[in-house]
């Protein structure tokens, strides 16, 4: 008799959803393209705003364009008071509990809370992406015992983070660095946060409540918190001659070692050079640079082995030891992949409305058959 067992892939891998028109990865050569634009082109030239209207609009603004929605992310910064009154309850959490917690917030107070249109999800998800850094520096602050800082209109998307987390104007270079992680951060198709944030949007619930789970499902260590956890890996390891004794004792444990494997880049994350050159002249001029040689021997001596597996480093490898140098708390590096995702998230749950279909896959039951119900007094 034929086998009646459905096919499972395990952990819907290699398995097309849907069509998108998001980004393209093709992870033999490690290439990603945005709405078909290089992500080395985007890195290099672009900024995390025209990142933001080229997905949520599909094509690279013009200067009034452009112009337009720098305007309004940059008005769209304050928070409802009552989101500042949840982070103050909630300011002993960790601050992706909180960022979770207060997207909520934000979904009960948003003007457009029951409009689920494409253009109202689309207005909705420039509000939050202008709203999330400002939740994610306020609870830091006020965690820390200090007053959140007011957006400052006159700075750009990245360099207004970071002075509202430190209180003080960063130099341009930091906000190139920050520009950067934001925008190779932006997108990245059916991630795990990204698929999850559609699988709610399918159920036709609203933008705010898929931030949410999108918040929720990048928060785990083996999608956004990689970069915190390859930053302490670093400091655990102190020095480069530590490196190679240190990874073969989690691998040998059956563990893994964080910033390295990706499900689809069997090649280098083509992400992740555009962090590894800056850390390196980071690292010197903070006169740190061992934690550059700590990675970069992990990177090129201990971990080459596992290159013929198609293990290379992915986009979390280097961003944390970047966060790190610019003096950012290590709880603080998921919360920053949050902030450059919102747009990503955005444009999937906006391509999931457009053409919906609720997203429900199939588990194939294995447990035991038509059980005798036992009364619970005649159970032994
Ligand atoms: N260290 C050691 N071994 C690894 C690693 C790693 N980082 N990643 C994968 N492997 C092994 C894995 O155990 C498996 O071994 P075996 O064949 O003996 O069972 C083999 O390589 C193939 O793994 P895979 O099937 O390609 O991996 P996956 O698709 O199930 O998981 C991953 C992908 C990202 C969860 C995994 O590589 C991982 O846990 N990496 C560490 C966490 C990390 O850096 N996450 C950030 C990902 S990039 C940012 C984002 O978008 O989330």
């Not at 009646?4 to 290439?31: H, M, N």
């Not at 008071?81 to 909630?90: A, F, H, M, T, Y």
């Not at 003080?168 to 059916?190: C, N, Q, W």
Request: proline share 6%; hydrophobic share 40%.
């Amino acid at each position: 008799m034929a086998d009646q067992s459905p096919q499972i892939f395990r952990g819907l891998r290699g398995v097309y959803a849907d069509t998108t028109t998001s980004s393209f990865i093709d992870g033999e050569v490690g290439k990603l393209l945005y709405r078909g634009y290089n992500i080395h082109d985007l890195a290099e030239k672009s900024t995390f705003e025209e990142i933001v209207y080229l997905l949520l609009y599909g094509e690279l603004p013009t200067k009034p364009q452009l112009a337009e929605i720098d305007g309004t992310l940059r008005a769209s910064r304050s928070l409802p008071s009552e989101v500042i009154d949840v982070l103050k309850v909630v300011k002993d959490s960790h601050p992706m509990d909180a960022l979770r917690t207060a997207v909520s917030v934000l979904g009960c107070v948003d003007p457009e809370r029951d409009d689920n249109s494409v253009e109202a999800t689309r207005r909705k998800g420039i509000r939050i992406t202008a709203q999330v850094p400002t939740i994610v520096t306020a609870h830091h602050r006020i965690r820390s015992g200090q007053d959140p800082v007011d957006p400052d209109p006159g700075l750009n998307h990245a360099g207004n983070f970071l002075y509202m987390l430190f209180g003080e104007r960063p130099t341009e270079e930091e906000m190139k660095l920050m520009d950067v992680d934001f925008i190779i951060h932006a997108e990245h198709g059916s991630n795990a946060s990204s698929f999850a944030a559609r699988v709610a949007a399918s159920t036709v619930s609203d933008l705010h409540s898929a931030v949410v789970t999108g918040v929720g499902v990048l928060k785990g260590p083996w999608h956004g918190g990689a970069a915190e956890a390859v930053m302490k890996m670093a400091l655990d390891i102190g020095t480069p001659e530590n490196a190679e004794a240190y990874a073969r004792n989690i691998i040998d444990n059956g563990g893994r070692i964080m910033g390295f494997g990706h499900r689809v880049y069997k090649a280098e994350d083509p992400r992740a050079g555009h962090m590894r050159d800056r850390s390196e002249s980071l690292s010197r001029q903070k006169g740190q640079p061992q934690w550059f040689q700590i990675l970069s021997h992990l990177e090129r001596e201990v971990m080459r082995p596992y290159q013929a597996k198609g293990i290379y480093v992915n986009v979390d490898f280097w961003a944390g030891s970047i966060y790190y140098l610019l003096g950012i708390p290590d709880d603080l590096f998921v919360p920053i992949f949050a902030v450059g995702r919102i747009p990503g998230w955005t444009l999937q749950c906006m391509e999931q409305y457009e053409d919906n279909i609720i997203i429900r896959p199939l588990t194939e039951y294995v447990g035991p058959m038509d059980l005798e119900y036992v009364p619970i007094e005649d159970r032994g």
